[in-house]
């Protein structure tokens, strides 16, 4: 088991690089989204549901991917996710009807959840071990990723087509995995520390008030990641659309956003050292509320812009904090029920955005990521307390 410093460094750097490139391919395929929707000729709901390809496989993969990794390992499912992620961003500019579209998509989301259950998994397991709050980190490297692909995506928008595009994000997927792939692969997951683990024929029991919890904080990360795939595949389409910016400008929407969030994720260890989990959740979701609302209903593209930088930073820490609370209060089942309805919430968004678009207004319609950041701040007021104290119980309760 990897137990010294510079194993554990290691593993830290290769799993980072892994979040980074998962951002990375992900936003690259988002800020094609508004040219792939014109090469289909699909409408806004046709185009939702083509989206949901991305949701149903991502939940069935995760239903299965835990099982697994407890099989496989949590690193050596991480790697083969990666690939199959890399190969499969390049199938959308290919397909010309929605059907077809949504087809491919079942695949790039089987890819998407696998490989984001496996390495929080994995990550998880690292922060146990380093005994530091560097899970924000991590996402730090997604939402850094995020933004390096949505930049490269406005920067070739008007020279490449989707095809080259999202070609070349497969050749970079199958490098970077190649050459950093070998270090998880030659390493085990690191034992965790010694108080952490139960004392022997001692188990850690699960209630219905601790599942209860667990279920809540899950039910905040999905609130919030909503919002996360909300903009991801509609925040580009809004800007070009209904503000007539430019395919460019438009793809510079989905940067702001995520270096805001990149920014709130990397500063979040302190804000969390300040502040304390309960007033951060309340803050971040109060202050993406105002900042999506702004983002939807500005009528000029700098206004719109400014609210999705200030929507990021809301976002930025309230997935992290709950999928860390969730794991305080029952262990990895924990991490896994949160991790699965936050992500169930990014990718549920897009299509239930697409419907609501063609009922109402794309603007109108990404108010909702606005409501649903506000209830998840009243939410995390009501059960902060709560949560406090069922976490301090479990802790004892495992000495």
Request: aromatic share 6%; hydrophobic share 55%; glycine share 12%.
């Amino acid at each position: 088991m990897p137990g010294d410093s510079s194993s554990l460094t290691r593993l830290r750097i290769a799993l980072t690089v892994f979040f980074a490139l998962d951002g990375f391919v992900f936003a690259g395929w988002v800020v094609r989204i508004p040219a792939i929707k014109a090469q289909t000729g699909a409408s806004a709901s046709a185009l939702g549901l083509a989206l949901l390809g991305v949701s149903a496989g991502a939940v069935v993969t995760m239903t299965l991917t835990g099982r697994l990794c407890r099989r496989y390992g949590n690193h050596q499912v991480t790697v083969v996710c990666a690939v199959l992620l890399s190969l499969c961003v390049a199938l959308p500019p290919l397909t010309h009807s929605a059907l077809a579209l949504g087809l491919v998509l079942l695949l790039f989301g089987a890819a998407y959840g696998g490989i984001n259950v496996a390495f929080n998994s994995a990550a998880v397991e690292l922060v146990a071990a380093l005994r530091r709050p560097v899970m924000p980190s991590f996402h730090a490297a997604f939402s850094l990723g995020g933004m390096a692909g949505a930049g490269l995506g406005a920067l070739v928008a008007g020279v490449l087509s989707p095809t080259r595009h999202l070609l070349l994000l497969t050749l970079v997927g199958l490098l970077v995995t190649a050459a950093v792939g070998p270090v998880l692969l030659r390493h085990e997951p690191p034992a965790p520390p010694e108080r952490d683990v139960p004392a022997a024929g001692v188990r850690r029991r699960s209630d219905g008030r601790t599942r209860a919890l667990v279920i809540v904080f899950g039910l905040i990360a999905g609130c919030t990641a909503y919002g996360e795939g909300a903009l991801a595949d509609w925040g580009a389409l809004h800007l070009e659309q209904d503000l007539r910016a430019s395919a460019g400008a438009a793809a510079v929407g989905y940067s702001c956003f995520a270096l805001a969030m990149t920014v709130g994720r990397l500063s979040g260890t302190t804000l969390l050292e300040r502040l304390g989990q309960t007033r951060t959740v309340v803050a971040g979701g109060t202050t993406a509320a105002a900042g999506m609302l702004l983002g939807a209903l500005a009528p000029a593209l700098w206004a719109a812009l400014l609210g999705y930088a200030i929507t990021g930073l809301g976002l930025a820490n309230l997935f992290p904090v709950a999928v860390e609370r969730a794991g305080a209060l029952a262990g990895p089942d924990g991490v896994a029920t949160a991790s699965t309805l936050g992500y169930g919430g990014m990718l549920l968004g897009p299509p239930a955005i697409g419907f609501m678009a063609d009922w109402f207004s794309l603007p109108a319609a990404l108010t909702s990521v606005a409501v649903l950041a506000a209830v998840a701040a009243a939410v995390g007021a009501l059960v902060g307390t709560a949560g406090d104290r069922e976490t301090v119980h479990r802790q004892e309760a495992c000495r």
